[in-house]
């Protein structure tokens, strides 16, 4: 953290324009709203982890010992349905998309301010329905809400749960559909589409996955409440329904919703990655339609969720082959951000070791992903803790790392003060190490079959959960460190200068924090993306 | 981006048609055709369903992007029900006497 205090102390920002609650409220300023969500799902985030160190805790011995069987299920369904729909889904995009967009592409604001506010409002409603159902006791039927245990036999409140889930839903869908046409319609003069920084890029295909995505798993939701309260019969077979259309109908979304919470990701670590390396990245347009490759390929691959559950054979063979496509476009990413390192003029600020961390984890879970689209593999491992760790592998070694890797970096930005470097280092080393401790023996454990979903097991695993335990222990500290030393930062935290990482883009020529319309004069593009060089000649005369 | 503006004639043309089809629709079901009944059924359908688009809601005269959004909405209902179909419409091609064995 080398050049602060450059900035005059009380310069205009969107921060000090206003105050008030009610300022808070019914702002439409982009930045204040990604505020708004900020907190919105810091929250969700603290809740889903309590559920997690429950569960953890419960199986740090074999017996059912602290919970009773359905607890456990309402306990693992609330965790999951938290973390998400109320937390990984909003995380990347609603904050960090909604403050860094608009000034990315050098905007005063979000093509729809008030839609953009709208749906933050439309968020916490599905969130408020998810909170009453959790109070009235939760729902235990998984974050999947399969049929027809869901729309049969289950007591517990699924509709509420579901009604939540489908309420957020169109806060998700609004947030896509502001950024694809800001993107479309609000690029400064010369911002082409090959100079967008490809965080942009990366938003791009993901609000594409919320439009087109979120609507069928809309769908899927009220036909479950239809054949509950009204017994129309769409799932039940002793209605003339197939339980399997469900999972077909849900997957529809729930694949791509995967890669909503991992393309903004990959869109954070290629900025991360090439202001580290003070490079430009390799290959820019195969990083861009990667994503969008990524984006596309996603959509068809939903049937690996299905392998055993009675869909046909024929059917399974072309989903495992399309799933093993999806990788060929995630490694195209990864191995140009590793590319980009090489010769780079690498600095291991805080940033940096979250980016770094991310490409080690997101590339296990990929490749544990691949083993599951096998589908011989799948019939052995499906329903085990091996799909619990690689899927966490992805959700939280990849989306949580990046997304605390670009707050760690874009927090200058957004508050105008600097954190603690040597706390935010170690809080990146505990993460780092905690979450491999909780979720690699997950691996070992799966792999041997240990089912997932139940609240006890038999003894000869319980060295490898007691392990996972302890890491999630060390994990929840490392989590709870940023909490403070962001909170500590934003009252005493050292003035941060426009630019304290010395960073190519937009958003880092305005001031820190940035004025309420983004820039005091309209900015003009000249150059291309991540132009390190010139920026380094530009310094040196 | 300049508006085209369709004429009430267009319109009324349209409008026209649609009803003339959904008479046929209407006697075709009256018709015998067997397998050939639906297929016409769903051909008549997407027929009115492309003008309605088209003219109605103004795609034919948009810009090339709107042309994009719309011809990948259906893309994706494409994909959605074609690849559950790949699941249904294979079930039967193995018995489960001879999976199981």
């Known amino acids: 953290m080398s050049d602060t205090v450059t900035t005059p102390a009380r310069r205009r920002n969107y921060l000090n324009a206003d105050y008030g609650i009610k300022s808070w409220l019914l702002t439409q300023d982009h930045k204040r709203i ?103 006791g939760g729902t235990d039927t998984g974050w999947t809400f399969y049929t027809p245990y869901s729309s049969t036999f289950a007591d517990s409140e699924v509709i509420l749960t579901a009604l939540g889930a489908f309420v957020v839903g169109f806060s998700s869908i609004m947030t896509g559909l502001n950024f694809i046409v800001t993107i479309h319609r609000m690029r400064a003069p010369g911002l082409t589409w090959f100079r967008l920084p490809l965080f942009v890029w990366a938003h791009y295909g993901t609000s ?52 909503i919470m991992i393309l903004p990701s990959m869109g954070v670590i290629s900025e991360l990655i090439t202001a580290f390396s003070r490079k430009r990245i390799f290959g820019y347009k195969f990083v861009a339609f990667s994503s969008l490759a990524i984006a596309v390929l996603g959509f068809l691959v939903w049937g690996h969720h299905l392998f055993v559950s009675s869909q ?40 940096m070791i979250y980016a770094l961390g991310f490409i080690g984890l ?119 460190l940023p909490l403070i030393y962001f909170t500590w930062s934003m009252r005493y935290g050292e003035r941060a200068s426009d630019n304290p990482w010395g960073a190519y883009g937009l958003e880092w020529e305005t001031s820190s924090p940035p004025p309420t319309f983004n820039f005091d004069e309209p900015p003009v593009v000249t150059t291309e993306a991540y132009d390190y060089l010139a920026m380094r000649d530009k310094r040196v005369a | 981006m300049s508006e085209y503006i369709t004429s009430v004639r267009t319109y009324l043309f349209i409008f026209l048609a649609l009803m003339v089809l959904t008479v046929i629709t209407v006697a075709v079901a009256f018709l015998h055709l067997g397998p050939l009944n639906d297929i016409a059924a769903m051909g008549i ?16 005269h948009s810009s090339r992007l709107t042309k994009v959004v719309v011809v990948a909405g259906f893309l994706w209902l494409l994909f959605l029900i074609g690849f559950t179909m790949s699941d249904y419409l294979t079930r039967g091609l193995i018995s489960m006497q001879s999976t199981i064995g």
């Open chain 1, 312 to 351: 046909s054979i024929y059917a399974g063979l072309i989903f495992s082959v399309l799933s093993m496509l999806v990788a060929v476009p995630s490694a195209v990413k990864t191995f140009n951000w590793t590319a980009t390192l090489y010769q780079g003029s690498i600095s291991w600020q805080t940033p």
């Open chain 1, 208 to 259: 594409l996955i919320q439009i087109l995505g979120t609507p069928v798993v809309a769908i899927a939701i009220l036909l479950v409440a239809a054949e509950r309260l009204l017994h129309i019969g769409i799932f039940d077979p002793a209605l003339g329904g197939d339980p399997v259309l469900f999972q077909h109908l849900f997957w529809f979304y729930s694949h791509p919703a995967v890669y």
């Open chain 1, 34 to 136: 990604a505020i708004l969500y900020l907190v919105s799902i810091t929250f969700f985030f603290v809740l889903g982890g309590v559920m997690a160190a429950l569960i953890r805790v419960e199986l740090a011995t074999p017996l059912g010992d602290m919970v009773e069987p359905d607890t456990y299920n309402r306990l693992f369904t609330a965790h999951g349905v938290l973390m998400v729909f109320l937390f990984l889904i909003p995380s990347i995009p609603a904050v960090l998309g909604n403050f860094l967009i608009p000034l990315m592409i050098g905007a005063k604001d979000l093509a729809f301010p008030k839609l953009n506010l709208g749906s933050w409002y439309v968020y916490n409603l599905g969130a408020v329905l998810m909170v009453v159902a959790l109070l009235r």
């Open chain 1, 362 to 480: 997101f590339v296990i879970g990929g490749l544990t992903g691949t083993m599951l689209a096998t589908l011989g593999i799948d019939m052995h491992v499906h329903d085990t803790y091996f799909v619990v760790a690689h899927f966490h592998y992805i959700m939280v070694g990849g989306a949580i790392m990046a997304y605390l890797g670009g707050l760690h970096f874009w927090w200058p930005k957004i508050t105008g003060r600097m954190y603690s470097v040597f706390w935010s280092r170690i809080s990146a080393g505990l993460i780092f190490f905690g979450f491999n401790l909780t979720f690699f023996p997950q691996f070992l454990l799966g792999y041997m079959g240990m089912p997932r979903r139940y609240h006890a097991y038999p003894e000869e695993f319980q060295i490898l959960n007691v392990l996972s335990s302890a890491g999630a222990t060390i994990l929840g500290v490392g989590y709870l």
């Open chain 2, 45 to 60: 359908a997407i027929t009115k369903a492309c003008l309605v688009i088209l003219y109605f809601m103004h795609v034919r």
